[in-house]
């Protein structure tokens, strides 16, 4: 059985940092294309880093240069780091595995391409 667990959700000021981590458990994330999501309140839920089995990585125009994605194949965690926050940036964060080895161009990520998901961590930026 697969399980996706994020955690290091939380509350901080504009500016600040968080790392939030997912761990997997019956999948190896290193094996598979790999992405964060988010949906704020009304809105979508959108795609906001990738990396594929080759560690190429792919980030939303939002949070290019202030997020990195990676992940470790010892611990089996997709991690998300996240500096230089903005309230904007307030979601919730959901971690995602798909089946494929490779992933398709930011822009045309779709949650449809994603069989796994956690049950998310809320990340609150104030101002």
């Known amino acids: 059985q697969v399980q996706l667990v994020e955690s290091g959700g939380g509350s901080v000021q504009a500016g600040e940092s968080l790392r939030l981590s997912c761990a997997a458990s019956?999948?190896?994330?290193?094996?598979?294309?790999m992405a964060w999501f988010r949906q704020a309140p009304g809105k979508q839920r959108e795609g906001v880093a990738i990396t594929d089995v080759d560690s190429n990585t792919k980030y939303a125009d939002s949070v290019k240069g202030r997020f990195t994605i990676s992940q470790d194949n010892v611990k089996n965690t997709l991690d998300l780091q996240m500096n230089s926050l903005k309230p904007e940036d307030t979601a919730m964060y959901y971690c995602a595995g798909s089946w494929s080895y490779t992933c398709k161009p930011m822009e045309d990520i779709r949650d449809r391409d994603f069989g796994y998901w956690g049950q998310g961590t809320q990340v609150t930026v104030s101002s």
């Open positions: 019956g999948y190896t994330t290193s094996h598979y294309c």
